[in-house]
């Protein structure tokens, strides 16, 4: 997960999640897409397999469930179940 401020004080901070591995660099974090966007950044995710759970309550400003990132140089295309709860 990576957090941008860039919004100053009438924008709220914005929270990019990546899926990878404990080797992946920060130039190849830059490179890869997140697949979660929003303005939250306590999000409960766990993994198990090739299943990612997240769990989120905020606003959402993009997702995809279809995404791809390399684990010990094999290619990985979980399943990501999204629990969310909006805010008003």
Do not use: H, W
């Amino acid at each position: 997960m990576t957090r941008y401020e860039g919004g100053g004080a009438t924008v709220s901070e914005i929270y990019r999640y990546y899926l990878g591995d404990d080797r992946q660099t920060l130039k190849q974090l830059n490179e890869s897409e997140p697949f979660l966007v929003s303005d939250n950044g306590a999000a409960t995710v766990s993994a198990y397999g090739n299943t990612v759970n997240i769990t989120l309550t905020g606003r959402i400003y993009s997702f995809t469930n279809s995404t791809l990132f390399y684990s010990q140089g094999v290619a990985v295309m979980p399943v990501i179940n999204l629990n969310a709860n909006g805010v008003r």
